[in-house]
């Protein structure tokens, strides 16, 4: 085969996987399932059905297409399956035909009591806004970064895994933590835990623990006797936005 011939054929199959990706995404309530994901919030199956407008079962169906053309990913946790859009790649094509058909985007509205939500433990790490902020500011300072053997998007034990910078690992030292002695533990080290009032990943394993003693120990946060809440005390504001640049 010639090279032009080799060229003509590569053309017709992206051209093929291309129309495959379109097929996926140009059916109505697929649309309305992409378009939920596209604020990076991650929800269940049961909401994404009447996002679409469709019965649980027909949405199944749709989020099984969805995910076979790598439009969307699913990430078990528990007795749920979260779904949000496969990466960064996907919205953009989203917000590009969004801009084609003059379409405006609805605000993920979370239905959580507003202590909880704000800031809460999870299992033994802090969850909430505070937990998620906390997630994203580590990310952006250079703090975390992803493991190259990631696990399967669909295990159940959460998402991404992390690892710990030599920035990351002098900080959290800085803070007392024994980073060595982290790793010995037989559990997961750091990993993206989906955060259920945000729908976005806060820090999750050994490493998610460590940080929650450091804020209790240091009088960061103050845990309610009755409930999971945790209250940011005014000394924790400022040494988290002292620390690590986060407002509170």
């Known amino acids: 085969m010639n090279a032009r011939r080799i060229e003509h054929t590569m053309d017709h199959t992206a051209d093929a996987a291309a129309a495959r990706i379109a097929a996926a995404i140009g059916e109505p309530a697929r649309a309305r399932i992409l378009y939920c994901l596209l604020d990076g919030h991650a929800r269940t199956s049961t909401e994404l059905a009447m996002v679409a407008q469709v019965t649980p079962s027909t ?9 076979t053309a790598r439009l969307v990913k699913v990430l078990v946790q528990g007795k749920h399956r979260y779904y949000s859009l496969h ?26 009591p507003s202590r909880l939500r704000a800031a809460r433990t999870c299992y033994d790490h802090m969850a909430g806004t505070l937990g998620v902020s906390l997630h994203d500011r580590f990310k952006a300072l250079g703090f975390l970064t992803n493991q190259l053997n990631r696990r399967p998007a669909t295990s159940t034990n959460g998402g991404d895994a ?12 800085t803070l007392g933590v024994d980073v060595e002695a982290l790793g010995t533990l037989r559990r997961r080290f ?12 806060h820090v999750g394993g050994a490493l998610g623990a460590a940080l929650l003693k450091v804020a209790l120990k240091r009088k960061w946060v103050i845990q309610d006797l009755d409930s999971r809440a945790l209250s940011v005390t005014n000394f924790g504001r400022r040494e988290m936005l002292g620390r690590f640049g986060m407002h509170v």
């Open 162 to 173: 992390y690892r710990l910078t030599p920035a990351g690992t002098k900080a959290l030292e």
């Open 190 to 201: 750091a990993f993206a835990c989906l955060d259920w009032s945000e729908r976005r990943p």
């Open 59 to 67: 949405a199944s169906v749709h989020l099984n297409r969805l995910n």
């Open 87 to 112: 990466g960064p790649s996907v919205a953009r094509v989203l917000e590009g035909l969004s801009v084609i058909a003059g379409r405006s985007l609805d605000k993920f509205v979370p239905h959580t």
